[in-house]
Structures are given as structure tokens and as C-alpha cells.
């Protein structure tokens, strides 16, 4: 057996049944193994959307996804996306080719260092130099890429070692690794915080997302009773229906939300990764926090808890929940506090004004989105939008980056989800500047035969950028640019498009997309003069108001 078909037999072994990427000359020995095997080869347009598409498969099912480069240019356009799965606790794992290694036939051309750009941004980076190790290097990749805490693993396979004969080497077999339960010791020490608290909050993070911690953080909030707001990558952790629920700290201070925070003599923060925005900023002279997480907190400026409970998050949670149930009741004034929030939130949601205000582009899509339906987001100005105001009943259905924060990985990150559902309502969410930088991918999603639909936000600027340039008193310059016709766009493609001219046909537009299937693109003009409004202004008039009204 070749070294190649020793890695496809190895992937098989895993579990895997699809690889994403774009192959070159040092992989065809593995394409031609991938030819027979069971795994399916999606061949996308550009790298870095391949290895996206992976890191959303292990953000969704919490298995790795895999993507395939070649050497050189093609496994650098790896690295952003590696960066991503990174930061944002995707587990994948990256195979990238190289030139053989026991010749140099071709001296140096296209040979960088990839085993060493990639080091920095993985768990792991690492060269395979013999095709007989292949079965336990596999099996270490994906056992590394899974462990707590998630993210990706790359392996570099020469073609020498690629085309070497192995033999006869036998498969690792593969094995779930059970987390440590956190000792009773923890979780009494957190409860008598808890129990003495006046106003005690739970926080869920991005590590609260784990796609199989979802119904016990439900269960945890029914029986304490305790008030919750999340983070915005913890968002849908718990059902944002819940009568506990005061909102989604999609920025660091001074929000409705941080009024919550701020009446707080006790945060209890559930998954949160420091790799994330801050949704709070601690001082000596705040409240008290307790860090529940896989591994034991990041201790930085603004995050630095008292006490720890470390392990398995749903058991130490289920044994926490058991100290404190029927001991808690919830302070009367949250009640208040949190119709107040909500209102504020959903303000002007309903404008007709046109182009369309965030907020009623965030309204009209939460009307045609079912509970389960996934909205894939890039990043951009309305990301803030839709994590301040979008209503989240269902773990993982609004997919966004707040660790890494790329422009580019909404449409991608999209079509894994439609993938992976195809019976589920899909929608990506782009700016105008992040579509264009992976838009190519509209034509692996028709290929690939998804049901999409595409929601582009056209201000013809990075708009986040010039918002902030704004807001600090620079001059409006740099950040515009031109847009193709993307009607147009879409039909060249194979797909259907549409622009909305008033508020009142973005609902329609969205409904008859879906109903209609495949591959859907609409353009949606935006009036960001809420970003001024709203998130600035009426926050800074907040501040000053002596109730905080």
C-alpha cells in the first residue's frame, strides 16, 4: 500500500467522507487514492474558502473537517483560515503537499517553510516523513484537533512519501476521551459565592457553543433561575426566548446590556474564551467572577476570576445546579431591567425608511428564519446589529466570528451549513467588501447543488471601518469603493438574483428564495446612520442619564 492510499485509508478510519480544497502536482498521488475511496473531493476556487468550509464542519458536529492544499502558494492561502479554526475553537485538520524530500530535483522552487508558518496557528505542525507512520499520525491529528481545547491540526505529506510503498501497516483505531469531572471542592466554593450573591448573572461564551453542551446549559438555567446574557459567539447556547435572557454583549461596555453587568455583584461566566471581544471589562472594584470552563481561564487586564470550576462543563454545571436549586430567587428589579433592555433593543424595528436600517434588516430576517434556520455571518458593521437584536432559540444558528473576526468566511462558512442541512432555511449575511473577497464560491455552492440564499449589505465601503473612522473625527476617505451589478453577479454564476428597492419587499424576496431553492443572491442597500444614532449617541445619552433610561 502506497503512503497516499495509506492517508485515505487513515481519513476513512476517521470518519471523514468529504475533503475540501484545491489539489496541485504533489497531491496527485492522493487524488488518485481519493479517486477510489469513499471520500468525496469538493473542489473549491481558492484555498482559503476550502479550509473555512472545514473549520465550520468542526464548529457544527465537533468532529474535524479537512481540507487539501498544495504546496507553497496554495498551503499559505491556508493561514487565514488556520488563524480562524484557531481562535475560534473549530477542530480541522489540513493536509497540505510538498516537493519529495529525499531529492531536489527542482531546487527550491515554490518550497517555503509551511510546517513553520503553520506552527504559530495550529494545536500542531508537522511533516510526515514516512509512509509507515501515516495510521498513527492521522490518528494523532484528529485526537489533538478534537481534545479541549479545539482547533486545527496540519499535516504535510511530500510526494516521495506520498508514492513510497508501506506494506501491510495496520489503522489506529479511534476512541472518545472522556473530560475530568471538576472536584466537589470547586463547586462548593462556587455555590457559597452564588447563595450570598444579591444580584448574581450567568455569561455564556463561545466555548458555552460546543454543539453538544446545548441542553445541559438549558437544563442548568431552568433549575437555578439565575439571569443570563451571552457573548456574542454564545449565542444560542442557551434559547434567547427564555424569560432569563437580558441580551447579547455584542460590545465591551457602555451597552443596554452592560447595565445588567453593571447591577452585578456576581458574574458566573459559563465557556468564556478570552479570544473574544471582551462582552465585560473587570476592575478590582467590580463585581466577582466565576470562570466554569473546559481548561482554566486566560487570566488578562480585563478578566482575571476568583474562582475556578475546571472540566467538563456539563457535569460540573448538572452538579452546581444541584447545590442550588429551590435556593434562589430572582431579584424583582431584573424583571424590570430586562423589558427594559429588550425594548431599547428592538426599537425602530419596523422603520420603512429606505435603504433599509439594521434594524429592520435584522426584524425581517428573524421573521422568515424558523428556530433551526442558520444565518451564516461575515464580518462587518451589521455583525454588531445582528448580535445586539437577533433572537437565538436554537444552539449554533447564528454563525459568527467575534475571535478572529475575517472578512470573507460568511459565504463559505454558509454553504457548510447548508450542507450539512439541506432540510434547514440557510442564510449568509455579507457586506458588500466581505462577499467580494470569496464571492468565486457561488459557484461551488451551485455545483454542489445547495440550497442558499445570499442577503448582500451594500454601503460600497468597509463599512466598520469608516464608521470608526467617523466616530474618532477622521476624514471620510479611503475605505469606498465600486460594486458589480450583482443581479448580474448572480446570473453569470447560474444563480438567481434580485435587488430590494423598498423596505417592504425584503420579506417576500427572502420567503419566495426559499421556497424556490438552490443558490440565491439579494442585495439589500443599508442606511448606517443608525451606527451614529444609536451606538453612539443614544448609548452616550444612557450614560449620562442619572436612571440609566
Known sequence: MKGSDLLVAALENEGVDRIFGVPGEENLAVVESLRRSSIELVVTRHEQPAAFLAATYGRLTGKPGVALSTLGPGALNFVTAAAYGFLGAMPMVLITGQKAIRQSRQAHFQIVDVVAAMRPLTKQSQQIVSASSIPTLVRNAFRIAVEE?????????????????????????????????????????????????????????????????????????????????????????????????????????????????????????IGHDTVEKPPF????????????????????????????IIGDIAKGLELLAGRLEGKLKMNPDWVALRKNILDHITDRAEEDRFPLTPQRIVHDVRQVMPPDGIVALDNGMYKIWFARNYRTDVANTLLLDNAL?????????????????????????????????????????????????????????????????????????????????????????????????????????????????????????????????????ELRSMQDSPDGS
Do not use: C
Open 149 to 269: 481545547r479545539p482547533g486545527p491540526v496540519h499535516l504535510e505529506l511530500p510526494e516521495d512519501v506520498a508514492a513510497e510503498e508501506a506494506g501491510d501497516v495496520a489503522l489506529v483505531p479511534a476512541h472518545a476521551a472522556a473530560l475530568p469531572v471538576p472536584p466537589p471542592e470547586a463547586i462548593e466554593r462556587a455555590a457559597e459565592l452564588i447563595l450570598a450573591a444579591r444580584f448574581p448573572l450567568l455569561m455564556f461564551g463561545a466555548g458555552a457553543s460546543r454543539p453538544q453542551l446545548a441542553p445541559a446549559l438549558s437544563e442548568f438555567v431552568r433549575r437555578v433561575r439565575i439571569p443570563f446574557f451571552n457573548t456574542q459567539m454564545g449565542k444560542g447556547s442557551v434559547g434567547g426566548a427564555s424569560e432569563f435572557y437580558l441580551g447579547t454583549a455584542a460590545l465591551s461596555e457602555r451597552d443596554y446590556v452592560h447595565r445588567a453587568i453593571d447591577r452585578a455583584d456576581l458574574i458566573v461566566t
Open 405 to 537: 473576526a475575517t472578512m470573507g468566511a460568511g459565504l463559505p462558512s454558509g454553504m457548510m451549513a447548508a450542507l450539512l442541512y439541506h432540510k434547514r432555511r440557510v442564510l449568509v449575511v455579507a457586506g458588500d467588501g466581505g462577499f467580494m473577497m470569496n464571492s468565486q464560491e457561488l459557484e461551488t455552492a451551485i455545483r454542489m447543488k445547495l440550497n442558499l440564499v445570499v442577503l448582500i449589505i451594500e454601503d460600497h465601503a468597509y463599512g466598520m471601518i469608516r464608521w470608526k473612522q467617523a466616530v474618532d473625527h477622521f476624514a471620510d476617505w479611503g475605505l469606498t469603493f465600486g460594486n458589480p451589478d450583482f443581479v448580474a453577479y448572480a446570473a453569470a454564476y447560474g444563480a438567481q438574483g434580485r435587488r430590494i428597492a423598498a423596505a417592504s419587499e425584503l420579506i417576500p424576496a427572502l420567503e419566495q428564495a426559499f421556497s424556490a431553492g438552490g443558490v440565491h443572491l439579494i442585495a439589500v442597500p443599508i442606511d448606517y446612520s443608525e451606527n451614529t444614532r444609536v451606538l453612539v449617541d
Open 281 to 308: 471589562l473587570m476592575s478590582r472594584d467590580r463585581h466577582q467572577v466565576i470562570h466554569v470552563g473546559f481548561a482554566p481561564a486566560t487570566v488578562e487586564e480585563v478578566y482575571f476570576p476568583q474562582t475556578e
